[in-house]
């Protein structure tokens, strides 16, 4: 017998019509894929789930339990049975894509069914158990999927078509059953969604920060772009501006050369500050190099170069600064001298660096009367404004405006340690008066309108 057996495996046909069942179901599938029904994309979506996949499975085996077992229940003609019986367990395949039409469909079916046709064999339900279970789920389903304004319908609906169909006073445990039912499902329906919505505005609130990070960023590499090139180029164009005077024997030619230089510089000077407002929207670009308090002198120098005087008083210890700290100095005294060179040519200018008290340094950067006439450079509206910033960012304050000489002064406080507010408030200003604070009202020693200035920086 097990030779027999094994003669028939290895003939291979039980593995012929395995492939033959496979092949002919995709050939199948294949055809059903090409009708004009199947195209329609309602279609396609409810096929696409597999939670539908899997109603549509427990209709058809709710419906061919219910068709051979319907003669028993109740009394119907014979061609009537598959007619009624798909009544009583096809909706279930809408439980998942259309809660609310299955259950619809599934309540009324059952309230025709116990009202018209007869049962049979002492049945005590008007409705068959197939009937019943694919009802309950339906039910279930709508609590959970269908709209909020329905489910007191289905509720009531249901309560009351299970009261009538059940035996004797049954009806009342079951309506009190649907009841408990409906507040549980109720409970988890609210439960999860509230956990989507949180999640949604989790999701939206890390959005948000994340895009506050990128442009916060963005920002600050574009402040130090501006500190870094448009303080070179206006270095540039005031050097070009300024070489027949500082130069002796210059030609015409050169002195062409020169105008020339300087209109270059000045155009690529407006277009890097163009550039700098879109990169406050979008765009990246590289870190711009960390100098510090022992770059100052470079810079004076770099200044001087242009033929501006320029005094430099530095009585601070410098490594008592930090790298923020001494960043956040270097950058406001750059953004000083490119604005007294630009908006006061000619003008003498006087920083300081010195310690304030025993927890802070002072930065002041003060220039005299113009001598000559402004250059035509706009500023990039990031100057004064970003100095503040500078700064808030180590805890300090910054003051600018003009002077009552007629020149313009910028004065800083930043702290060193714990920045206390009795240290900046018991400090004096250059006129005597309490140090200014970006937005209050100030003393004509050290103003902080950052309008105050010809031009913005």
């Known amino acids: ?162 009261y009538f169909a059940a035996p004797g006073n049954d009806g009342l445990g079951w309506a009190f059953g649907l009841t408990f039912l409906a507040i549980v499902v109720a409970l988890i329906r609210f439960l999860v969604r509230s956990r989507r919505q949180l999640r949604a505005r989790t999701e939206e609130t890390e959005l948000a920060e994340s895009q506050k990070v990128v442009l916060e960023e963005r920002a600050r590499i574009a402040r130090d772009l501006h500190d870094v ?105 750059q953004e000083s001298l490119a604005n007294a060179t630009r908006h006061a040519p000619g003008s003498r200018i006087d920083v300081r660096v010195i310690a304030h008290g025993t927890a802070g340094l002072e930065v002041g950067v003060r220039n005299s009367v113009a001598t000559a006439a402004p250059m035509g450079l706009s500023g990039g509206g990031a100057g004064i404004p970003g100095m503040i910033d500078r700064a808030k960012t180590v805890g300090g304050t910054l003051g600018a405006g003009p002077t009552p000489d007629g020149g313009f002064a910028v004065r800083a406080l930043i702290p060193l340690g714990e920045a206390t507010i009795r240290m900046i408030d018991e400090t004096p200003t250059v006129s005597g008066d309490r140090p200014a604070i970006e937005g209050s009202a100030t003393s004509a020693g050290v103003p902080t309108s950052a309008g105050d200035r010809p031009g913005t920086h």
């Open 1 to 162: 017998m097990f030779r027999r057996y094994r003669s028939r495996r290895a003939d291979g046909r039980p593995h012929r019509l395995r492939r033959g069942v496979v092949a002919a179901g995709s050939a199948m599938m294949r055809e059903l894929s090409e009708l004009p029904a199947a195209q329609d994309p309602a279609v396609q979506r409810y096929f696409s789930s597999r939670v539908n996949w899997f109603f549509l499975f427990a209709a058809l085996v709710m419906y061919s339990i219910a068709w051979p077992t319907l003669p028993l229940t109740h009394e119907l003609p014979a061609y009537t049975l598959p007619v009624v019986a798909a009544f009583a367990s096809l909706p279930l395949a809408l439980a998942w894509a259309a809660p609310t039409v299955g259950w619809a469909v599934s309540v009324v079916s059952a309230q025709v069914i116990g009202l018209i046709i007869p049962t049979a064999n002492g049945w005590p339900w008007s409705i068959q158990v197939t009937h019943l279970i694919v009802l309950l789920v339906l039910t279930t389903c709508t609590y959970l999927r269908g709209p909020l304004t329905w489910l007191p319908v289905v509720w009531v609906s249901t309560c009351l078509v299970i």
């Open 229 to 333: 090139v448009a303080h070179r180029m206006s270095v540039v164009v005031v050097m070009a501006q300024t070489a027949r005077y500082r130069l002796s024997e210059v030609s015409d030619e050169a002195a062409g050369e020169f105008d020339e230089i300087a209109s270059a510089a000045r155009t690529s000077l407006n277009e890097v500050r163009q550039l700098l407002g879109v990169l406050r929207l979008e765009g990246d670009a590289p870190a711009a190099p960390n100098p510090g308090l022992d770059d100052i002198e470079a810079l004076v120098d770099a200044t001087r170069r242009t033929g501006a005087e320029v005094t430099l008083v530095d009585e601070l210890d410098h490594s008592l600064v930090g790298d923020t700290a001494a960043l956040v100095v270097y950058r406001i005294i």
